[in-house]
């Protein structure tokens, strides 16, 4: 008798029985494996398609400060106030004041010939140089790697800048500077030879270069107020948008990148939150499917129910039998999922490469989620198998058999 026999024993046997009735059903098992699939693939499949395409997305546009920037457009006098109050607005991200366009190249040099390079101003969190020192001080320069490169140069090493006037009346005037090579940009972040200067070197080189100006040294002290642009990011691609209106309403006139792409971060946003709303849905259904499916089974299986307990199986141990059929039927359908999972995840990729044209919006699977969806299907159709048959406890077993 089963009464008789150790627990762990009961438990075999009790699973025992449970493959051998599926298996003598196998065609509703069959049905029901593929009823759960389709409740659980889809929620599994989306989940890893937002842990993947859409966050990496996301996360990519974030990333590029490019898609932060509020270009201004043309020029006009800005105070070094000016700068400080746009710095104090909450959607400011960076702010970084810039001479005029027309005094945009530097000449250096290290050896042989000097070198004209494009010239911008930098600061500290500057998002163009990514994780690249700014230089923090007028004897720091950061070049690209391009502009060390023709320079002969690497971090560390001193260049001269040449600054070159001719006063209206008198011979060209020239000013040699040493600056300290404060970190290299790498090849990835910038291509193009450029030069980044500390903003009081720039604007002090700007007033220098006026011809008439008489200046003797390219320092700018604080107010001598030589800006006719400057670079600004908002501190997130959506709020870019609203940080371009306030700078019109302040009299810039302004253009962005990020209208597009702050409609695409929404539109992540909203996908995500269809994503969730899926796999709940899923899960809420799974939950009934397995409910279901397992009150059928035990309405089906009261002859079987009363052969069981005649041999021995308290009605816990009947209870195991269906909660075991149903962890049986989910597991099953949670690895078909699985199994179909990974061609599918070829096909988003593919999609993601040809469409996002991004190399990091691909999906790969992420043993968490996988651990965090088997954790979740099993505990669901455990309840569930379990309050489906808990009715068992009210069957009258005896007479059951007798009708049997």
Known sequence: MMRSLPFVARLLTVAHWAMADLRRDVAISVMSVLLLFLLIGPPLFLEVLRAGVVESWAAALQADPRNREVMIIGERPVSDAEIADLSDLPLTGFI??????FISTVRLQAQGRPMAMNMRTSAPGDPLLGDTPAPTSPEQVTLTHAAALALGVSRGDEVQMTLRRRPREGPQENL???LRVAAIVPQEVWSEEVAFLNPARAAGAALWLQPGSGRQNALAELGEDVWRSFRIYATEVRQAPLLAQELTRQGFETRIASEQVALLVNLSDGLRSL???SVIGGMGGLSVAVWLLQ???VARHRREIALMAAAGLDRAGLITFFVLQGLMLSLL??????MCLFPMLRFSNAFADRFLQSADASAGVDPMILASAAAAVLSLSLTAAAVAAWRIRRFDLSADLRAD
Request: neutral net charge; proline residues 10%.
């Open 295 to 297: 009150v059928l089974s």
């Open 176 to 178: 040699t500077i040493l």
């Open 96 to 101: 970084v004041p810039e001479p005029s366009t």
């Open 333 to 338: 359908a949670l690895l078909l999922a699985i």
């Open 275 to 277: 994503m969730r709303i």
